[in-house]
């Protein structure tokens, strides 16, 4: 079954618009939780990642929100441009070092 | 510093072939995993290592096979291609405190 569950599919914003990508998981002892941007033809890229000792984490115009007692994270895109059109994945990291990753959201930023 | 490689890019098999995925990594991480994407369904692990000389199986590793003989080379060898193995595959590379690297991708078919 799939370990962490990332909703909606697809997203269709408008420039400057605040995109938001959400992530749930069963598995209490998941240590990390990565979010990877991928273009079309490339591998997924980090963007950006949380401990579960802290509740949010701002990189530049990423934030992840992560809420620990709900077993839930979020992230949301500031200020959202045309160049973040892109498929982007969560993931969580289990005490193997093995990643689960979520099915992927599809943003697309209209201009 | 070439990070991830991936070879080939692309192939085509026809079922029943045997063929090697290979994957390389210059940044001395200890973990590796080959990952398989599909639509809608996200990437799958299939086998992963945790060092040299240490595999071990993943969500969906029928069909394939993978051995760590030296900490930069990781290949996955299917043993005979079927359709259902058409996909993208990728390689990522680790080490335990950050997320993964990628590769680039292998996009098969199998006719």
């Known amino acids: 079954q799939q370990q962490v569950k990332q909703s909606p599919q697809s997203l269709i914003v408008q420039k400057g618009g605040i995109p938001i990508i959400n992530c749930a998981y069963e598995?209490?002892?998941?240590?990390?939780f990565p979010w990877y941007q991928q273009f079309p033809g490339k591998g997924p890229a980090l963007l950006i990642a949380?401990?579960?000792?802290?509740s949010e984490k701002k990189e530049g115009r990423f934030t992840i929100s992560f809420n620990k007692s709900a077993k839930q994270f979020s992230l949301h895109i500031m200020d959202s441009q045309p160049g973040d059109s892109a498929t982007y994945f969560c993931?969580?990291?289990?005490?193997?070092?093995?990643?689960?990753f979520g099915t992927g959201t599809s943003l697309t930023v209209i201009p | 510093n070439a990070g991830v490689t991936q070879t080939p890019k692309f192939q085509v098999l026809k079922t029943g072939q045997s063929m090697t995925l290979q994957c390389a990594q210059d940044?001395?991480?200890?973990?590796m995993s080959w990952y398989r994407q599909d639509p809608g369904m996200g990437l799958r692990l299939i086998h992963y290592?945790?060092?040299?000389?240490?595999?071990d199986q993943g969500e969906v590793p029928n069909g394939y096979n993978v051995s760590r003989s030296t900490t930069e080379d990781f290949p996955l060898r299917l043993l005979s291609a079927a359709p259902s193995q058409t996909s993208v595959y990728f390689c990522?590379?680790?080490?335990?405190?950050?997320?993964?690297?990628f590769g680039s991708g292998t996009r098969l078919t199998v006719v």
């Open positions: 990522a590379s680790g080490k335990r405190a950050y997320g993964y690297t």
């Open positions: 598995n209490t002892a998941f240590d990390y």
């Open positions: 949380i401990r579960p000792d802290v």
């Open positions: 993931a969580a990291r289990d005490t193997g070092n093995q990643f689960y």
């Open positions: 940044m001395n991480h200890e973990y």
């Open positions: 290592s945790v060092g040299a000389g240490i595999t």
